[in-house]
């Protein structure tokens, strides 16, 4: 026998479809009459959604809920409706049947004449007298969205549409209630195959990050000049101190249309976990006090992607404008003609003072806030107004403050801030590692800070509450968004 065999082609069986609980159908209903029985809410709910699907109905409700009275009296709507008891013959023609019952005998008479004649019987929640199920639905028509457990979990289908719901915009539906009525004109004058792909590849990623307003012009630089579609656009998204559930609507949108996605080392797995799986993903480094890629070749990476006719999301912690270098970007963005949008974040002292119900500005203690940072291009501490930021009637938040702690500390005592004022540090703010310990101004000046997680420092009296414990309390975080425990 030969070593290497040589064996001929042969086709391989595609893998079966893995089992369904249902079957997902989107049944045209437009025209087609559709029986109702039933007065209640639940009926005057599964009403309105047949109603709008196109279906004229036909209702049966002899004591109908206010809900269905509103329905009734509303001359627009294509229904019919009968004060009485519905019979077999009430069943013929009818596309769909729908009832809503309190009693056994009613709901089986209901679904055995609904069989006897053919028709597709739904019995609201009664599933198994259910030929057909509804489920949740996320509606940008002619894009609709359903979701169904089969009604094994209700609650976790309506879950999953918020979700849908946040990333779906509303203005999806007019992007695709135009491309129907582009199609064939695109078709007709654009040809190649290869360049109408790529404009609806085009179309697609504007459809998720583009107003309404905005498809008359994608079109029309489609048909008359395919090239003119290509341009490439840069997102500035803050991605918030790590959890994901802080994140914006739209920084999600952003991140579920991006080409390419250049992020800091202090963005979260999680929320990352939340960008377009086709999404090309680049650390471009920049943490305070470690090793980080170039501001230069940042600049540049950006400008050369965007030309390519790239969506690039930069994606930095916290908010894009808070000590993020979104200025500098935006210019060299700007300058090079490159259509540019920032989508704001949680930033980290925000999102502290919220997961510790404390207020920055509580009128007792501070009128103002001020956000600072103690890191400046050289690595050092910046020179700042000392004597403003010394101001007892005012919040300090300090960024990037780890390592410069003790030349702070310095800088404030020296301009009459009390040794004894109260301190706040949190490291890894929203994340599962987050921690929150309470001092002075004074220990600041021998307490070493580690650097393992994102730091944060606050100054001022609105967190004194916190040091009627014992002085050096410390609380950590016992799961995503959990309660705090007192450790030492």
């Known amino acids: 026998?030969?070593?290497n065999k040589i064996i001929s082609p042969r086709r391989v069986?595609?893998?079966?479809?893995?089992?369904?609980?249902?079957?997902?159908?989107?049944?045209?209903l437009a025209g087609a009459q559709v029986i109702v029985v039933g007065d209640s809410e639940g009926a005057a709910w599964k009403t309105e959604l047949l109603l709008a699907a196109g279906a004229k109905v036909v209702l049966f409700s002899k004591d109908p809920h206010e809900e269905l009275k509103e329905?009734?009296?509303?001359l627009e709507y294509n229904l019919v409706h009968h004060q009485r008891e519905v019979v077999l013959e009430d069943f013929s023609d009818m596309r769909l049947a729908l009832g809503d019952f309190t009693c056994e005998q009613s709901t089986s008479a209901f679904v055995n004449m609904a069989r006897a004649q053919g028709v597709p019987v739904n019995v609201i929640d009664q599933p198994e007298f259910c030929d057909f199920q509804f489920g949740s639905i996320v509606n940008r028509s002619p894009v609709v969205v359903s979701i169904s457990t089969s009604g094994a979990a209700p609650i976790l289908a309506q879950t999953i549409r918020t979700r849908i719901e946040t990333i779906l915009p509303a203005s999806m539906a007019v992007w695709a209630t135009r491309a129907k009525s582009y199609r064939a004109e695109l078709a007709a004058k654009v040809p190649d195959l290869k360049t109408r792909k790529?404009?609806?590849?085009?179309?697609?990623?504007?459809?998720?990050?583009?107003?309404?307003?905005?498809v008359e012009e994608f079109f029309?630089?489609?048909?008359?000049n395919s090239k003119a579609v290509k341009s490439g656009k840069v997102t500035l998204v803050g991605?918030?101190?790590?959890d994901s559930e802080l994140l914006t609507i739209k920084a999600v949108r952003a991140l579920q249309s991006a080409d390419v996605i250049l992020f800091d080392k202090l963005v979260s797995d999680e929320v990352l976990e939340l960008a377009r799986r086709e999404a090309r993903r680049m650390?471009?480094?920049?943490?305070?006090?470690?090793?980080?890629?170039?501001?230069?070749?940042?600049?540049a990476l950006m400008v050369k992607l965007a030309k390519q006719g790239k969506h690039v999301v930069r994606l930095k912690s916290g908010d894009p404008m808070i000590f993020g270098r979104a200025g500098e970007e935006i210019s060299i963005l700007e300058s090079e003609g490159i259509s540019t949008e920032v989508v704001p974040g949680v930033t980290a002292a925000l999102a502290a003072a919220s997961r510790l119900g404390i207020s920055l500005t509580h009128r007792d203690c501070a009128q103002s806030v001020k956000f600072v940072t103690a890191h400046?291009?050289?690595?050092?501490?910046?020179?700042?107004?000392?004597?403003?930021c010394a101001d007892t009637k005012s919040t300090l938040m300090v960024y990037m403050g780890a390592r410069t702690a003790p030349k702070l500390a310095e800088a404030l005592i020296a301009q009459g801030a009390p040794t004894d004022l109260p301190v706040m540090i949190a490291k890894g703010v929203s994340r599962r590692e987050e921690e929150v310990s309470y001092h002075h101004l004074s220990d600041l000046l021998t307490l070493e800070i580690s650097r393992d997680q994102p730091v944060l420092l606050g100054v001022g009296y609105v967190f004194s509450e916190r040091l009627i414990a014992p002085k050096n309390l410390e609380y950590k975080n016992v799961g995503l968004g959990g309660p705090h425990i007192l450790t030492g």
């Open 376 to 388: 400046s291009r050289l690595g050092e501490l910046p020179e700042l107004d000392w004597r403003a």
């Open 13 to 28: 069986a595609r893998p079966k479809v893995a089992p369904l609980s249902v079957l997902p159908v989107f049944y045209n």
């Open 283 to 299: 650390l471009v480094g920049k943490r305070g006090g470690q090793a980080s890629c170039r501001q230069d070749d940042i600049n």
């Open 239 to 242: 991605a918030g101190p790590g």
């Open 198 to 214: 790529s404009i609806w590849k085009d179309f697609a990623r504007n459809a998720f990050t583009e107003p309404a307003h905005k």
């Open 71 to 74: 329905i009734i009296e509303n």
């Open 220 to 224: 029309n630089l489609a048909v008359n």
């Open 1 to 3: 026998m030969p070593l």
